[in-house]
């Protein structure tokens, strides 16, 4: 089965071939074809099953090769970082196409978003936050809107987006085409589509590789020390065929203090969580994917929208909460017939949420083994040569508090050599007061304490004269 067997346009069909995209998944099989007659769709689908394009191929061809300024189709996701994977995806397929994608999110200035849609943007991918603002300040304007799509739509309900989403909605033409992905379908969903939708198909999607997704997967659960886990990873880091790595996090801050460490270890990392600004976030989320660095430290929310195909390594810093989350985490790697490894440490207090995931996931791995950075086991499980420390560069070294660095960053040391008296004069440094107070040359002539009457001289100084308080004369 090809794109053209599902009867998509032949430019769009080439654009793909250029990006090696030749075969559809099964969720595209299914839905291309009802899609592109007008079918509204219900496509119940996790991430990397490829539903963008699902529903994109079918939503470009519906608005033309050459629809003309004016926004015609409408993407709408939970995440900035959804947008973006998502709006890169229909740029790929629109690559032969006069038409333009505009990305809409918060976290980012209004004027180049403004910018792209007084243009004329045809295809707008955007979350509800951001689009709403738009649509109050009148700039965005969904009036002409053909195409409609809510992409990830449990994980709107579950941020708190139904409302929006509910205006966007109302803010569409009554007579649309409407397509709707989610993971799961709680009741508010359900209550949606009947709502705003014209007898939708449902159609349920499994994984390009569901089935062999454990066959593909290593997974490898130790029971480690909290000290010890950032030994054990820099160890794991420099494991025999390690790719690009995601290494997950519990919370915000561990993640920026993992990245401190092991860029301090010498390892390529970066880090994308809440603290960070979007661009900083679309920053890292590039070098990661370009390979200029191969390790990605995140926060689950945070790595949503993350399809990267060559992962070959995940490592849970900390247990997920649940079977759900822990798929989705390991579902990073191993993907498109590739193999991965999956690692989790489980501290004391979580071993209860390893029994939850053990026994819903049928691993078979009741009790998590014991693990340090100098178990023999962790070598020989993971590949890693033998001998390996978890530090590839040296440590950097630390700088007194009485040091500074110069305009060329290096540092300057204060000069100890001499010190000061309370009088201004500097005295050689391990000189004592007692001795300057004995030194000629720092108080010649006192006469006090040796015996030695005032105005007394050793042939190096002048005699001084003793100042002597007057006695006003009486007249």
Do not use: C
Not at 233 to 246: D, E, V, W
Not at 289 to 315: Q, S, Y
Not at 404 to 411: A, I, K, L, M, V
């Amino acid at each position: 089965m090809t794109f053209a067997d599902l009867g998509v346009d032949q430019d769009m069909v080439d654009a793909l071939a250029q990006k090696n995209i030749t075969e559809p998944f099964p969720i595209q099989e299914q839905t291309i074809p009802l899609a592109l007659t007008g079918q509204d769709i219900i496509g119940q689908a996790k991430t990397g099953t490829g539903k963008t394009l699902g529903f994109g191929l079918p939503l470009l061809q519906r608005i033309g090769v050459d629809p003309g300024p004016g926004v015609r189709a409408l993407i709408v996701v939970p995440t900035r970082e959804l947008a973006t994977q998502v709006a890169e995806d229909i740029e790929v397929a629109a690559s032969n196409r006069k038409i333009s994608v505009a990305m809409i999110y918060g976290g980012k200035a209004y004027e180049g978003q403004i910018d792209q849609l007084q243009a004329g943007a045809q295809v707008v991918v955007g979350t509800p936050g951001r689009l709403i603002d738009l649509i109050n300040k009148r700039i965005l304007d969904l009036s002409h809107v053909q195409e409609m799509v809510l992409d990830e739509a449990d994980k709107m309900l579950d941020l708190g987006f139904l409302s929006d989403i509910e205006k966007l909605f109302s803010k569409a033409p009554a007579v649309r085409h409407t397509m709707l992905f989610s993971a799961t379908m709680p009741g508010p969903i359900v209550a949606l589509a009947r709502r705003f939708m014209s007898r939708p198909i449902h159609i349920r999607a499994s994984a390009p590789d569901e089935g062999l997704t454990q066959a593909n997967i290593k997974h490898v659960i130790y029971r480690a020390h909290a000290l010890d886990k950032d030994e054990v990873i820099s160890r794991i880091l420099q494991a025999n065929g390690r790719g690009k790595t995601i290494i997950f996090m519990r919370t915000k801050r561990a993640a920026a203090k993992l990245l401190e460490e092991l860029r301090d270890r010498g390892f390529p990392a970066v880090a994308v969580h809440g603290d960070l600004n979007q661009e900083q976030r679309e920053r890292a989320m590039s070098a990661f994917k370009a390979g200029k660095k191969e390790i990605m430290i995140a926060t689950d929310v945070a790595a949503r929208g993350i399809d990267v195909n060559d992962v070959t390594h995940v490592i849970n810093h900390t247990i997920p909460d649940d079977p759900e989350t822990y798929l989705h985490r390991a579902g990073r790697t191993g993907r498109a017939g590739k193999t991965g490894i999956a690692v989790t440490f489980v501290d004391w207090e979580d071993l209860h949420k390893w029994a939850l995931i053990n026994r819903t996931l049928e691993f078979g791995q009741p009790e998590p083994v014991e693990t340090y950075s100098s178990s023999e086991h962790l070598f020989t499980d993971l590949d890693i040569p033998a001998g390996t420390k978890g530090r590839i560069v040296a440590p950097k070294p630390e700088i007194a508090p009485s040091e500074h660095r110069t305009s060329e960053g290096q540092p300057r040391t204060r000069s100890r050599n001499r010190r000061r008296t309370r009088g201004g004069a500097s005295r050689p440094q391990g000189s004592s007061p007692a001795a300057e107070k004995t030194s000629p040359e720092s108080a010649p002539g006192t006469g006090t304490h040796d015996g030695q009457g005032p105005g007394h001289s050793d042939g190096n100084s002048a005699p001084r004269r003793r100042n002597r308080r007057r006695t006003p004369r009486a007249d």
